[in-house]
């Protein structure tokens, strides 16, 4: 082939990370998948520092370039794979910037792309872009290669508490499952039960997580807790103080007269409103997956286009790939620490991930049938490794759920029908 390769760099929009760059070749062979068989399988020369690849066994090829973002990441799984599964697996890397012509042998478009062939040589699937160690095993399971004697990836799965949660109920934040604080009570009377809610706030994402109820309605039933006198005073009619703490992050306190308001405001600053002040300023920043209400200091930002919106939780982030239809960027906190994960998607998949060893916590809760259901946005998280995910779970000894990658996280939201995101983390919808 005489013309170069034509490399295209795809940048991402705000932060400088790359998802996956595009290798676009001007003469592409008519069978761009060349098959691949033990007798020609790509040769030794072509391999950085090729490892001696062991006859008869199934082999992991991974295309891509020492100085494209993602194909670095891809190297420290690589190594890990290496040595977790050495006689079990063939792990080979291919710089095709340094080797063009090993591109070509594969016809790929895009580095860094995986290819997964089996003992016999036959090429049984490629992934595009960069692909965790927990996938990377998950994906040889899936496609019946056995590569047991390696290192099992010990996912944490509890499916019973390790110890009950024998707070009293109406101790319990409905919403958040976070403990009620006496003074910021709220009260919401239902037809057949009471709605316990730790604060104004997780009242309105009570609000925005409800289908088809009358807003109107919904609020005459709301009652909140006099911060001076500790009595429950009707919502609507009270005053609030709207200020800040420590970690900027909105306080709300309710009074049932102003003239006590104003007094705490003397001490402790911040804006006197109304109700339905309280309501649009709290209603007005919602989840760009699930649209319930949400603080911006709470919440995971998502780029996408040339705009951004917030996801109320990691996976709701995620699931803004599937919502807009649109390649997205995430930027998470470790539930634990707050640490940075930011997570590329390309096509619906992951292309990128910074630290590469984050993984996702799904939190679920057996419903009446024994199916295992999410437990809600409050019970999902990212965590920069599994020590992490360890000790935010060692804090939460009434936890259910399992330890998922967070490939598998936006492949489960990409999954939803139009109809099931409609309905995504609604009372009694979410799945
Ligand atoms: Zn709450
Ligand atoms: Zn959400």
Known sequence: MKAPLKILIVAALAVAVIAAVSLKRRNAPAESTPAITAATGTPDRVADAAPAVVAGLPKLVDLGADKCIPCKMMAPVLEELKKDYAGKLNVQFIDVWKNPDAGKVYGIEMIPTQIFVDAAGKELFRHVGFFGKDDILAKWRELGVDLAGGK???????????????????????????????????????????????????????????????????????????????????????????????????????????????????????????????????????????????????????????????????????????????????????????????????????????????????????????????????????????????????????????QITIAQALADKMMLSPEQIAKACKLGECK
């Not at 911006?296 to 239809?325: I, W």
Request: hydrophobic share 40%.
């Open 152 to 402: 099992p990836s010990a996912a944490i799965v509890l499916e019973t508490p390790v110890a009950a949660d024998t707070r009293p109920r109406d101790a319990v934040c409905f919403m958040c499952d976070g403990d009620v604080n006496p003074q910021t009570k709220v009260v919401v009377n239902g037809e057949t039960e009471q709605r316990i809610l730790c604060s104004p706030h997780c009242c309105f994402i009570y609000f925005s997580s409800l289908v088809g109820a009358d807003p109107k309605g919904e609020e005459a039933k709301v009652s909140v807790t006099d911060w001076a006198s500790g009595k429950l005073v009707a919502a609507a009619s009270a005053t609030y103080l709207y200020g800040m703490d420590a970690k900027g992050r909105p306080t709300i306190k309710a009074f049932g007269d102003k003239d006590s308001a104003v007094k705490e405001q003397q001490t402790n600053p911040g804006n006197l409103l109304v109700w339905d002040v309280l309501r649009s300023k709290e209603l007005a920043t919602r989840c760009a997956f699930c649209d319930r209400a949400a603080y911006p200091e709470d919440a995971c930002v998502v780029k996408f286009g040339t705009t951004h919106g917030l996801g109320c939780c990691t996976h709701c982030s995620l699931g803004v790939a599937a919502r807009v239809k649109q390649d997205i960027e995430v930027e998470a906190k470790d539930g634990l620490t707050g640490e940075p994960i930011r997570v590329k998607t390309l096509n619906g998949m992951v292309a990128s991930m910074e630290p590469p060893t984050a993984i996702a916590w799904f939190g679920q809760k057996k419903n009446a049938d024994g199916q295992w259901v999410s437990a809600g946005c409050f019970k999902q998280g990212f965590f920069v490794n599994e020590a992490n995910l360890q000790k935010w779970l060692d804090a939460r000894p009434a936890m259910t759920g399992r």
